[in-house]
Structure formats: C-alpha cells, structure tokens
C-alpha cells in the first residue's frame, strides 16, 4: 500500500517494502562507513589499543616453527602453547584487515604487511602452500593424506582440533583481501586451497565424512569463497567434500537434531551451507540454513541473542540449565550467528533477521569487551548474581578473544545495505557512509537506545532518484506513534512495524529526515516457558548491578580455565523473586531521567528488595548482575519456590566446595583438562554426555589448595566398574553414594593427602571389559 505526500512542493512516495517487493542487497565495504561518537566508536577504539598491545612475532611462533624456521620471539601461553597454537594468528590476520577497513589506522597497517610477509616466507619455505601452527603439523598432514584418519569431536590423530585451528588463517587471508585487497593475501590463500586439494584428493567421501566428525570451523564456506574468487568449480567441489552431512542432511528436513551438540562447532557449517547454496542455486541448502537460523534464534537463544550452556545446545523446551550454570552463552557463538544472519539478510533483507542482527550487536557483542582495560568475555552467565571474567593481552588466548578481536572492528558491516537504487538503514548507529558510486555521503546521528530519535543528513547528494530505506523493527508497540519528517515537516501516515519505510526522491545536498520510535519496557521469558524474565527497552537488555563480592578470577590467568567465573555462587533462593503478573510487573518498572537509561522497580520481590536499579547490560562491567530474574504472582505461590530447592541448594553447595571439575564427553572441558585416551567414546544420556573406555582415559587436573574429596557422577543404573588411579596411585576405599536428579548418583571418594597443585586421574576397566560410563569428576575441598 502506498501513500503519497505533498511536501514543499515535491511528490514524496512513502510506502512499507512487502515482501513481493524485496530483492537481494549488496553490503558497504567497512571502508566505507566510519562511527560516529557511540558506545560503538569507543568500543572500536578499545579494541584497537588490545590489537596493538599484542606482539606480532609472538602470534607469529608456531607458524614459524612449524615451517622448520626460527621463531623470533616465544609464543604466546594459555591455548597459543597448548595444543591450538596459532589459531589466534589467524584471528589476529581477520581483525587487522577489518580494523585497517575501519579505521585507516597507518600502525594496524605495517603490522598487517608485516605478518603477511612473514606468513608468506613460512609457506615459502614449507614449498607445498602449507601454513600452520599445530604442533607436528607436517607429520599430522602427512597422516591424513595417506588415509590414517583418528577423529574424535576434538580432536583429529591426536591434535586439538587442527582443522578448526587451520580455517583461522584460510579465514585471515580471505579478510585480508576481501577487506585491504591485498592481491600477496589472495595469492597465499589460493596455493594454501590447493594444499588442500592434494591432502583430500586420494580420500574417498566416507572418509571426508569421517575426519568432520572433529571440528573444523567453516572450511566449506572458506572454500566456496575460493571458488568465488578464481571461477574455478574445483574449489566448490571442495567446499562440498568439506560440508558435514551428518548435520545437514536434518536440517534439509527441518528436523531440529541439535541438542546436546556442541553449539559453535555446528554454527561456521551452516554458513557454508548457505554460501555453497547462493553459489549454485540450490534450493535444499539454502532451506537448511534458514531452517538452522530459526530453530536456533527462536527456540534455543536467550534474550541477549546468544545461545548454549558450557558450549553445547541445551533442550529448547528446559533452560534450566541456563538459569544454574555460570557457563552460559559463549561469545564465538553470537559471533557466527551474526556472520549466519548478514550471509541470510544479503539474499533476502527481511526486517526481522535485522532485529535479531541487532539485539544481538546491543546486548552480547557490545557487552562482551571490557570498556577500560579492553578484556573480551568468553561465557555470559545467565545464572542470576553471578558475573563475567575479561582476557589479558599477556595472559589469555581463548576462541572468544580471537572472534572478540574481530567483533569491535566491523560494527559498520551492516548498519547499511544498498541495491542498485536504494539505500537500506539497519541500523541506529552513528555514523557516515560514502557511497561513491551514488556521489552520497549519508550520515546519521543518534543517542539511541536513550532517545528512539534518529536524524539522517544527506551531506553530499547528485539529486538523483533515490529510495531511502528504514528499518522499523518488531520491537515498536505503537506503531501509531511512529514518527518521520523531512526537511522538519512531519508526514502523517500509519508505518508498519517489521517493514521497511521507503522515502523516495531526488535528494539533494543537506536533505534531513528524523525518525522518532517509541520505546517501551516489556518483559520476556526463557523460550521454555518457564516462570523466568528479562526486561527490556526496546531492544535493549536491562540488568541490575549486583555488587562486587568475590569476584574471582575477575581478569583471567593464563591457566586453561582462566575463562571461567569460579567465584562463590549466590543461592538461587536467595534472589529476589518478582511478585505479580508479568504486566503487574513490567508496570513497575520505571525510567528516573531522561538522558541516562537507569530505571527503578518499585513492585514487590521476595526477599524483599526495595527500588532495585537497572541499566542495560551492555554498560554494566565488573560486578555481578541479575538479567533472568524469578516470576510468581504471590508470595503463597513463592512458598512453593522455597520448597523446591533442596536440589538446586545440594548443586550450589557441591560448586561452590569444587576446586575443579571435568565433564567428560564436552569437548571445551576435557580439551582444558589434556584428555588422553586408547578405545574410548563418548554419548549422552538424559542431555548429559560421557565418556567411557575398554582401553582407558585420562585427565590433568588442578587445585589452588589441597583437595580432600573425589566425586564422580554416573548412572543410577551402572555399576561401579572403574580402577580409578590418582597420581599413578590406585584410589582405595569405599565411595558415598548420593542419589541425584533424573537419575544419576555421585559417588565421593575421601582422599590421601592431595596437596594442591596439578594431578593425573585415569580410569581403567575393573571387573569388567568397560569402565563406567562417567559423565562428571570434581576435586572437592
């Protein structure tokens, strides 16, 4: 439906984009958009002064070790030394691209040419288009393409996840280019594609398809990119030989098969899935991805927009887990969705894929760097009262601060879209984009979320025909009081909210148009139902500060569970519960000022909180915080909450005694832990995984102070038929058995003297041909 509209003379056409209407967009190049004063803009300048703290040749060792030359300089500790050495090279190489992009910083420049050279000269060297840090990377190689193939989900012939770590650099020389245009960077991409090429060449489809049972990042996107690149379909076909079916295929079906995997190693597939899709037209791929990008965001994501419970998808229909364990979403997972979301919205730029891009940027992106010192976040605890831990630049070097690096520096990828004749505002972002082709410079000027007023000026324009685009998002509640003016006079007429409103004209140099959306508190529960909420403002995510106590670990170590928050939990029967119906509720909540964004609950809470403070979430640092809080609609019915806890305090109480503990099975905890293991394999039962062996598993664990007690978790159903050795040293005794929920028991065994430090624990078959099937190990204090 359109509406025409007599302003000063001109015939203004003003219509909401249907989807009859809608075409594929094209993306700005970063260099073409530049922030403006934001949180945005001083998240990016944080992220650049982390970038050029760290030290290239350190980034550079494993590289240059692998090649057989001399490392200049020692690598980085933490993953960097363990296991996943150069990974964050790779990383490193993607956010200089898209920092130099964004910023034209000269310094980000000489260290990006630097570490390319370098790079290059190791690919040189190696002769075979080779680049890699893995430990034994040559021999490993040499492994695989020979047809000796050991794969587990983390790890491929004894290495820790070498295909993920490899598509870390494939994806740093494809920014690289795709970012800087450098033509060295495309040149070392394609012979590192071609390396590939000959390692696969002699495997057949069933072995491809069993070396992608360890995680490999999104190698077949990487490659469908190649093919892009070169028009050379022997890169598609790699991209399809690198395409895990095992995923795919359910996904075609729409058939949601995710829970209990582990979330980020499944997210870079179904990218490539979409891109081999848009490269050859197909139908089927293409479902799956979209199928994938709407199971997940409406049925396994929390209110910030991120997704999985210590790294792996949790049931959609019990968050319980969410709401008790303090690791919640991951960050590298949001980071995934987002490039998931921009590759969906580039074919079909639908409204709503835009309000998840945004709720997710506002209050998981942006929320996961530390403003002062520049930390990045791993875990986001949806766990009320806990808190988050930030990376050092000396100390920490985790997935989440490789895809954190790249996260701030390419804020401006997508507040703007184009196609041949209009111009697409996404998002509320100050900023200024130079559209050369068109002869525009558009800039865009806004304090929101603390105003929803949007002013955009046309700062240079040819007075050609042109549809300005904006986007008017589902979280408006009145769309009524929506409204636009241009050249400061105010057009009447109903906008539709999960559209785009199209303002088209000639516009000329100086042109203005303000958008004013209302915006609101409303509540939102856990996509499961149950009696848990968040508040928002708009989009926006409020969280309530929580205080500082035992903030352990606040600024991690280089230890390899330095990511996680290991300070004391705060009772979940001790948070405040919110008394009344949700709209009871959501009444009472209520903004102070204007120009900050701090509100106020005035409405009842049991225990008793009185005028408890929320912001949003994205500028609350360095304490806990409370974002899920407890819904009950009297005090009565809270009773019942307060009877029901004995489990959750018997949880709280065991976590809080732990000075370490492995779940066996999950790839990120065992890989902390060293595992080593002959005739092992893991599943899971009842959501939780384990592992077990006819030959026998091991694991390296860690204690600040001495441990007193082993407890082991395993099936009610099982018998108790694992050798349990300690420091080489076989466990005697009896264990206590508690039973637990959903029936599993903890066995805790009373230990020797255990002095803190580092031990071995192993478990080997006993009176039987298999251990017990072990699905949790905690050292207890």
Known sequence: MKNFVLLMGIALCVFPLTAQTRQQVDLFSLNQVRLLESPFLSAQQTDLRYLLALEPDRLLSPFLREAGLQPKAPSYPNWENTGLDGHIGGHYLSALSMMYAATGDA?????????????????????????????????????????????????????WVPLYNIHKTYNGLLDAYI?????????????????????????????????????HGGLNEVFAAVYEITGDKKYLQLAHRFSHLKILRPLIQEKDSLTGLHANTQIPKVIGYKRIADDEHNADWDKAARFFWKTVTENRSVCIGGNSVREHFNPPDDFSAMIEDVQGPETCNT????????????STPEVYLMDYYEKALFNHILSSEEPERGGFVYFTPMRPGHYRVYSQPETSFWCCVGTGLENHAKYGELIYAHDRDALYVNLFIPSRLTWEEKGV??????????????????????????????????????????????????LGYGAVTGEYLTLERKWKRGDSVTLRLPMQVNLVQLPDKSPYYAFQYGPIVLAAPMGTEDLKGLYADDSRGGHIAHGKLIPLNEIPAFIGTSAEIESSLSRLDDEGLRFVYTGETFPARKDMEFIPFYALHNQRYLIYFPQTESVQDDASRQASTLYQNQYDEIENRTLDVIYPGEQQSESDHFIRYEDSETGDINNRHFRKARGWFGYRMKTEEPASYLAIVQHKNEANRSLILIDNEELKGEPKLEPMDDDFVRLTYALPPLKSGEHTIVFQPAGGEVTSSVFEIRLLK
């Open 107 to 159: 310094e980000v420049k000489r260290r990006l040419d630097y570490f390319l050279d370098e790079l290059k000269r190791c690919q040189d060297h190696v002769g075979t288009g080779f680049i890699g840090g893995t430990p034994g990377s040559l021999v490993l190689w040499e492994e695989i393409k020979r047809g000796d193939i050991r794969a587990g989900s983390f790890d491929l012939n004894g290495k």
């Open 179 to 215: 970012h800087v245009g450098s033509e060295q960077a495309r040149d070392m991409l394609v012979k590192y594609t071609d390396w590939m090429l000959d390692i696969t060449a002699g495997l057949s489809d069933e072995q491809m398809q069993e070396m992608l049972k360890s995680e």
């Open 335 to 346: 980071y995934n969705m987002l490039r998931l979301t921009k590759r969906l919205y580039k």
């Open 441 to 490: 410079v558009f800039s865009q000027r806004t304090r929101f979320p603390y105003s929803g007023e949007m002013n955009f000026t046309f700062e240079e324009a040819e007075s050609k025909k042109l549809a300005l685009k904006l986007r008017i998002p589902s979280w408006v509640k009145e769309p009524e009081q929506i409204e636009v003016s241009v050249n400061g006079e105010w």
